[in-house]
């Protein structure tokens, strides 16, 4: 059994590249969510309390949260929230640990582009033991037009015209959306 959470928050260090023992990547990072109400009788914006959650990315969702979120950044965080007692010869207390689902840039505060990276071998491996029609059509469903580049951080580098590229593919994309 497992408790799903939404968290809204900042990322308070740069995401650390960790792996498991197979090799699979994980982003790690620790996510802080703080109260914040307008307070009537000041008439002012007040900090509350501030949650502290270590937050564990996995697999490609992890290579794509390195290459993209940085100390500071407003992300919004799903998954499965895990509660963690520990104890040491000084202390103990309980630690909130988050497997992330899904992660993106918290719009709100600012804008983000998106690429779509290739799928890796490993993850390609994994799709060919699914459903072999369910795997087609979701690859045509998402299906971006031109070549997508193996690391999502090489599609973050300028080109001189990434711009009419860019035009001509939302409006392909439009063309072909499945909803």
């Known amino acids: 059994m497992s408790d799903h959470i939404t968290l809204v928050g900042n990322i308070v260090g740069d995401p650390e590249e960790r792996s ?5 990547a994980i982003a790690a990072f620790r996510l802080a969510v703080s109260e914040r109400r307008f307070d009537r ?9 501030t949650n502290y959650y270590a937050v564990s990315v996995f697999g490609e969702l992890g290579r794509n949260a390195l290459a993209s979120l940085r100390k500071g950044e407003r992300v919004i965080v799903a998954g499965r929230l895990r ?4 104890e040491t010869e000084a202390k103990r207390g309980v630690s ?3 497997t992330a689902d899904a992660v993106g840039h918290d719009l ?5 582009s998106f690429a779509r990276g290739a799928r890796s071998q ?3 491996a994994r799709g060919a033991d699914d459903d072999a029609t369910t795997a087609e059509s979701s690859d045509e469903a998402w ?13 973050l580098a300028p080109t001189a015209d990434a711009d009419d590229r860019e035009a001509s593919a939302l409006v392909e994309a439009a063309d072909s959306t499945p909803f």
């Open 20 to 24: 498991t023992r197979t090799g699979d």
């Open 41 to 49: 009788e000041r008439g002012q914006w007040v900090d509350g309390h």
């Open 83 to 86: 509660l963690r007692e520990w």
């Open 96 to 98: 909130a640990d988050v």
């Open 108 to 112: 709100r505060w600012g804008v983000s």
């Open 122 to 124: 490993s993850s390609a």
């Open 143 to 155: 299906a971006v037009p031109g070549a997508a580049p193996e690391d999502p951080r090489a599609a």
